[in-house]
């Protein structure tokens, strides 16, 4: 059973507009949401993060939406650059737990 | 910069081997993961370790062992290798009360 998922297994956007991933989810009890960003033959980095007591969160260019009612929330990349073209996951945990779920990410192709 | 390491970066088993994937941390970080990711899947938990001595089981810890003697290494024992396990295996850490946990560059088995 997946509790964490990201029905889009690939995104294509052009260089300058806006990219936006999404990703549910199902457990009620997860309070903290990350977003990771993983290179071919590299490590996940972490890229951004949102904790449930709030609904938005930005970084630069990165801003992170939490819609807690709809168990829905959504990576914005605005504007989108070549170098962002990555993996992107999508990780939730309750708290308490050590334990990270991951989604199966989303495969961001920016174009020049 | 360190961080997590992991050796070997590559390695191929014949069925029925064993082999121990190396993870050491160099930010004094309590908690210690092991994840594996599978070709188009997000990233599942195998062991985890919240310090030295203690370890517990994640989600697919079926034909692993791990050991946790000092805080800064954690790795991770193949004791009969089978082909499901090949897989790309990240080692990750994290500090008591973050919730961010920081990535190895993993490590590409394969089991023939």
């Known amino acids: 059973d997946q509790q964490v998922k990201q029905n889009s297994p690939s995104l294509s956007v052009q260089e300058g507009r806006i990219s936006i991933l999404n990703c549910d989810y199902t457990?009620?009890?997860?309070?903290?949401f990350l977003w990771y960003k993983k290179y071919p033959a590299e490590g996940p980095t972490f890229l951004i993060s949102?904790?449930?007591?709030?609904d938005k969160n930005e970084d630069g260019r990165f801003t992170v939406f939490l819609n807690k009612s709809a168990k829905h929330l959504s990576l914005h990349i605005v504007p989108s650059q070549p170098g962002d073209s990555a993996v992107y996951f999508c990780a939730a945990h309750k708290g308490g737990s050590e334990k990270l779920v991951f989604g199966k990410g989303t495969k961001l192709t920016v174009n020049p | 910069n360190a961080g997590v390491t992991q050796t070997p970066k590559f390695r191929i088993l014949k069925i029925g081997q064993s082999m121990t994937l190396q993870c050491a941390q160099d930010?004094?970080?309590?908690?210690m993961y092991w994840y594996r990711q599978d070709p188009g899947m997000g990233l599942k938990l195998i062991y985890y370790?919240?310090?030295?001595?203690?370890?517990d089981k994640g989600e697919v810890p079926n034909g692993y062992n791990v050991s946790r003697s000092t805080t800064e290494d954690f790795p991770l024992r193949l004791e009969l290798a089978a082909p499901s396990q090949t897989s790309v295996y990240f080692c990750a850490s994290s500090n008591r009360g973050s919730n961010t946990i920081y990535f190895g560059e993993g490590s590409w088995l394969t089991v023939v």
């Open positions: 949102i904790s449930s007591i709030k």
């Open positions: 457990n009620s009890m997860f309070d903290y």
């Open positions: 930010m004094n970080h309590n908690y």
């Open positions: 370790s919240v310090g030295a001595g203690i370890t």
